[in-house]
């Protein structure tokens, strides 16, 4: 065997020891890490209360998103939508927040963050017409046609579909804080630095919020029954 090695094995292999010391320290003492580790709130978040009275209408759901789960987090939302207007309730009398946490985070953000970090081998999010890691994040912008379920064909299931019909986004700032810091020490990055690329990079009209669950709380008071869609 050469012992040339291959730049694509060294980035995943220092991004999965990143993620296993990440795991180790989270798994091993959560006390210690509610106490030792305080995320820094980025600008805008500020907002995220306010932000949740937008929640309106007779039926209103919030979508858990925790891990890639094929279309489904983004599929639910549209079903959603589709059979409450086919028994009387039009969208704009509809409420659905889809929070986007631990490993969903991802698919907050834009292309360029997928292809340069890995995102789809990293989060174990497979693009949904080539079946292999994605490069892209396939429910921003999707093509007519990326979509297609049997007995109904082309499904608007993209996020910026969704938002165009009232589905609101969030994502998990310490989510991005803790994965961020991981794929900086796996890399040898400032996680700073890092985590401001990534929150850079947040799609528009995705509101980053404290944490998922607190946000899931937060729609929740609000009278949103829940969906799991991981």
Same mark, same amino acid.
């Given at each position: ?18 993620? %296993? ?18 995320? @820094? ?17 007779? =039926?209103?759901? &919030? ?5 890639? =789960? ?8 549209? &079903? ?10 039009? @969208?704009?009398? !509809?409420?659905?927040?889809? &929070?986007?946490? =631990? ?21 174990? %999010? ?45 994502? !998990?700032?310490? %989510? ?47 009278? !949103?029954?829940? !969906?799991?869609?991981?």
């Amino acid at each position: 065997m050469s012992n040339s090695t291959n730049p694509r094995r060294d980035f995943l292999g220092q991004l999965a020891t990143g993620a %296993a010391a990440l795991g180790l320290a989270t798994l091993a003492s959560p006390l210690q890490l509610q106490a030792d580790f305080q995320p @820094a709130l980025p600008a805008g978040i500020e907002g995220a209360e306010a932000w949740f009275n937008k929640i309106r209408g007779k =039926h209103r759901m &919030v979508v858990d998103v925790p891990r890639p =789960h094929e279309i489904f987090p983004f599929a639910w939302p549209r &079903v959603f939508l589709l059979t409450n207007e086919a028994t009387g309730t039009p @969208a704009k009398d !509809c409420s659905i927040v889809v &929070v986007l946490r =631990h490993e969903a985070i991802p698919y907050a953000m834009e292309d360029k963050l997928w292809e340069k970090y890995k995102f789809g081998e990293v989060f174990k %999010a497979d693009d949904p017409k080539t079946k292999a890691p994605s490069l892209r994040n396939p429910f921003w912008k999707p093509k007519m046609g990326d979509f297609q379920v049997p007995g109904i064909g082309n499904v608007d299931i993209g996020i910026d579909q969704l938002q165009e019909s009232g589905v609101m986004f969030c994502v !998990c700032n310490m %989510a991005l804080t803790v994965y961020s810091a991981a794929v900086a020490g796996g890399m040898s990055m400032d996680p700073a630095a890092l985590k401001a690329e990534w929150t850079a990079g947040i799609l528009p009209g995705i509101q980053v919020v404290p944490s998922g669950v607190w946000a899931i709380g937060r729609a929740q008071e609000r009278n !949103c029954a829940y !969906c799991f869609a991981g």
